[in-house]
């Protein structure tokens, strides 16, 4: 069982938005302002794709954004692709007594 | 451009303990600002962080892993290691070694390294 919980799967057609939601708790999400989200191809090492919520690394095309409300993080992809089409994963820092980081479970995102 | 590489073996019986090696270049470990750290993938399922360190030793490790792994560092080779005793198959897994920044944004990845435990 992940620290986070990410719903399994999310669609969308060729250009429209998808969101996908991460939730955890105060010690964790809501906690820190750390969220990062990671988008991961079949075989390959995960790529970050979103940082300390909103932030995007040099690269990574503005059609996906990330926010939070109190204890869920949610990332949005819009204009969808078919190379969209991949894992995504969520993780937080998490416990300042003894940092450490946590994940989600990972929701599968299919271009329809 | 940081790039870092997992090297080990691909095979440890039960009961052994797993040892992997990553080797980081296009930075130097002991520039500091950097946490390293392993984070593994057992077969289709989801990512699971396992440890991080400092150039200078300081270590945090995931409360469910921490009584069997070890992380350590050695500037010198600008590596970073991974020890994970008492293995069983349960520990099959790819293993990733990857850079972590402030508040453990894992920016840069290995490749990944399957390790299957197996008599």
């Known amino acids: 069982q992940s620290a986070l919980t990410q719903p399994p799967s999310a669609s969308g057609s060729p250009g429209q938005s998808v969101t996908i939601s991460c939730t955890g708790t105060?010690?964790?999400?809501?906690?820190?302002?750390?969220v990062s989200w990671y988008q991961q191809h079949p075989g390959k090492a995960p790529k970050l794709m979103i940082y300390?919520?909103?932030k995007r690394p040099s690269g990574v095309p503005d059609r996906f954004s990330g926010s939070k409300s109190g204890n869920t993080a949610s990332l949005t992809v819009s204009g969808l692709q078919a190379e969209d089409e991949a894992d995504y994963y969520c993780?937080?820092?998490?416990?300042?007594?003894?940092?450490?980081?946590?994940f989600g479970g990972g929701t599968k995102l299919t271009v329809l | 451009q940081v790039q870092l590489q997992e090297s080990g073996p691909g095979l440890v019986k039960p009961s052994q303990t797993l040892s992997l090696t990553c080797t980081v270049s296009?930075?130097?470990?002991?520039?500091?600002?950097?946490?390293w750290s392993w984070i593994r993938q057992h077969p289709g399922k989801g990512l699971e962080w396992i440890g991080y360190?400092?150039?200078?030793?300081?270590?945090y490790y995931n409360p469910s892993l921490k009584s069997r792994v070890t992380i350590s560092v050695d500037t010198s080779k600008n590596q970073f290691s991974l020890k994970l005793s008492s293995v069983t198959a349960a520990d099959t897994a790819v293993y990733y070694c990857?850079?972590?920044?402030?508040?453990?944004?894992?920016?840069?990845w290995g490749q990944g390294t399957l390790v299957t435990v197996s008599s």
């Open positions: 296009g930075g130097s470990i002991s520039s500091g600002g950097y946490y």
């Open positions: 360190i400092y150039y200078s030793g300081s270590t």
């Open positions: 300390e919520v909103s």
């Open positions: 990857a850079r972590s920044r402030q508040g453990a944004t894992l920016d840069y």
């Open positions: 105060s010690s964790d999400v809501g906690g820190y302002n750390y």
């Open positions: 993780s937080s820092y998490a416990g300042s007594n003894n940092p450490h980081v946590v």
